[in-house]
């Protein structure tokens, strides 16, 4: 379900990534040791990137990583990839990410991960994206992301473990929930992801009424995706909104657009 909710008006500081060769060293805060943190570079227009890393909670007490943020990202969230029904969704953690004492969470491709949203630059491997990690106990951490290649499937410090082929399943991606509203006019940004698929999509203006909605296309390593057909349904069923489905016109191979009425805003 696409959310028509208005988009944040956020002032964005423009900096620089930096390239570097290095890799970054493990970050320790306290009882916290956080390593192989990196992400992966974008392809064309893409204004989602994933983040990864390993938290290990050396202490006695259970740690929350309870938000995160990236100075090039409109948003952070801490998305985790959840089966309902048997089918694999992403939900956002709320309330965050325990680490309990003595654990060691690792967030790779295929399951938890940062997600930044509304990238203000492109990615490319070899920079450095600096994060700031907000812990329950440990307060701010920052840590440095390594980008890699697109398609990356571990950092390049550590063996790439081959993926598992997921069995065929059907696709369906779920809504990220909408963050605070603002001006009117704005565009609204999100992504659905599922397993194996995970669509950019901006609705404009992000407001009830008539909209277009452009959406684009990615694969499970955030490669660009090209699909035989895209359709949107836009519906609301605790509003009692019917769903209304279009099928959506191809602009590239990965790029598609519909022009269709909200009924609503909201989620
Ligand atoms: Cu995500």
């Known amino acids: 379900m696409i959310s028509s909710k208005r988009a944040v008006a956020c002032a964005i500081i423009l900096t620089c990534l930096v390239g570097s060769p290095a890799l970054a060293a493990d970050t320790t805060s306290g009882d916290l040791v956080i390593s192989k943190a990196w992400s992966r570079a974008t392809p064309g227009g893409a204004k989602v990137a994933g983040g990864y890393l390993t938290i290990e909670n050396r202490g006695d007490a ?14 952070t969230e801490i998305h985790e990839m959840t089966v309902n029904d048997g089918i694999m969704t992403m939900r956002p953690l709320d309330k965050g990410l325990v680490i309990a004492p003595g654990q060691v969470i690792t967030l790779a491709p295929g399951g938890g991960h940062l997600m930044f949203i509304g990238l203000d ?3 490319h491997a070899g920079d450095q994206m600096p994060v700031k990690l907000s812990f329950e106990r440990a307060g701010d951490v920052n840590v440095t992301l390594d980008v890699q290649a697109m398609g990356a499937q571990a950092p390049a410090s550590t063996e790439s473990t081959a993926a ?7 696709e ?5 929930p909408p963050a605070a509203t603002s001006d009117a006019d704005e565009s609204f940004f999100t ?3 599922a397993e194996k698929a995970m669509a950019n999509v901006t609705v404009s203006p992000g407001r009830a009424g008539p909209v277009e909605i452009a959406i684009q296309l990615e694969d499970a390593n955030e490669l660009p995706l090209s699909a035989d057909a895209v359709a949107v349904t836009l519906g609301n069923p605790e509003h009692g909104v019917a769903p209304i489905t279009a099928n959506a016109e191809r602009i590239s191979h990965d790029q598609w657009r519909v022009r269709m009425s909200a009924p609503l805003s909201g989620r």
Do not use: C
């Open 62 to 75: 259970p740690e929350r990583l309870q938000a995160a943020s990236a100075i090039h990202a409109l948003r």
């Open 191 to 193: 992504h659905l992801h």
């Open 121 to 123: 630059v492109p990615l």
């Open 172 to 176: 369906q991606a779920t809504a990220v």
């Open 164 to 170: 598992t082929e997921p069995a065929h399943r059907a």
